[in-house]
């Protein structure tokens, strides 16, 4: 009896012990849950790095931000290549197109200009020389040195060759790259006779190949007894004979001519030129034959055997409405 009472006591002591040791026991840590793969990207795995090429920013919070600091775009990428324009060469062009207004400085250049108009014949030819003072400053001096035409003088045909008596100075302005002045004095020696002449000289060049232009010869007013001409010394006879009459002459005239020119090859260009010309300010004529307008057209070529020589050929009309005036013209220039 003794011993069960003792026993029985033992094991309700013992009894709390075990309840304390069940309690004190280490939690076991939840199941992983194995439904989702190690890789799939919505469940990474903690331990697992962020992929190689997809570092974290280095500025998380911004501070190194600078939104004035310049963006380039497509860092990557090589630079464009810029072509250079080309460059022309230096010195005065054998283009034709190219050829500025006025001559280089201490540039000379000597032409004649024979041309003969058909019916009635009249043909003349003018020696001129410009010389380049500066690139912009151009003076010029013109002689015409005489033609074959009909003494008119005399009532019979009288045809030979006479010596020109019409000589003139001209100065050339470049006022800009495409535009300038020019003014000059034609001058007939006997009887003495003055004009002045006014001139726009205007060029326009397109790429290498195209220029247009004109004005060249604007304005002609007589100062004393008739104006001169430079174009055909029959002209000047005439004019001389009339003063012997006390018959009136032209005041001058007002001419509106424009060029083309195509630049073929480097060293052949087709010129061609169309204008009108208004004699003695009137486009009427008065009874002594002075006055009315003349619409005149020429087309021909220019060829560059060396940068110091053109040679040129042209064909036209002084007078569209009259056939006769069909005038062939030759040129040569030469410059030093």
């Not at 709390?16 to 280490?26: R, V």
């Not at 006879?237 to 424009?258: K, P």
């Not at 110091?308 to 409405?321: E, I, N, P, R, T």
Request: proline share 10%; glycine share 8%; aromatic share 8%.
């Amino acid at each position: 009896m003794a011993t069960c009472v003792v026993a029985t006591a033992s094991l309700a002591t013992a009894a709390p012990k075990d309840k304390d040791k069940a309690k004190k026991k280490t939690p076991v840590a939840p199941a992983k849950d194995t439904s989702a793969s190690p890789t799939s990207p919505t469940t990474p795995s903690a331990t697992t790095p962020p992929p190689a090429d997809e570092p974290p920013p280095k500025d998380m919070n911004g501070t190194d931000e600078n939104p004035d600091r310049p963006h380039a775009v497509g860092m990557d990428e090589p630079p464009p290549v810029v072509t250079p324009a080309p460059m022309r060469k230096a010195g005065y062009p054998i283009e034709e197109a190219l050829r500025p207004i006025t001559l280089p400085k201490n540039m000379t250049e000597v032409s004649l200009d024979p041309h003969a108009a058909v019916d009635p014949f009249l043909s003349s030819a003018t020696l001129r020389a410009r010389y380049g003072i500066t690139s912009k400053v151009q003076i010029g001096l013109a002689y015409g040195i005489g033609g074959i035409f009909d003494d008119p003088t005399t009532l019979a045909k009288d045809y030979g060759f006479r010596a020109g008596k019409t000589v003139g100075l001209d100065v050339t302005v470049l006022l800009q790259d495409w535009i300038g002045i020019r003014l000059g004095v034609p001058v007939y020696i006997d009887p003495v006779a003055v004009s002045i002449t006014l001139g726009v000289p205007m060029k326009f060049t397109f790429g290498d190949k195209f220029a247009i232009g004109g004005l060249d010869d604007l304005l002609s007013v007589a100062v004393e007894k008739f104006p001169p001409s430079f174009y055909q010394e029959a002209y000047n006879a005439a004019a001389a004979d009339a003063e012997t009459t006390n018959t009136s002459q032209s005041r001058g005239d007002v001419r509106f001519s424009f060029y083309g020119i195509y630049q073929y090859e480097a060293d052949l260009a087709i010129i061609g030129r169309i204008g009108f010309d208004i004699d003695d300010f009137s486009a009427n004529r008065n009874n002594v034959g002075h006055g009315g307008i003349t619409t005149f057209l020429r087309a021909g070529i220019q060829y560059t055997p060396r940068k110091y020589v053109d040679l040129g050929a042209s064909l036209g009309f002084d007078d569209m409405a009259h056939g006769g005036s069909f005038d062939p013209q030759l040129y040569l220039a030469i410059r030093i």
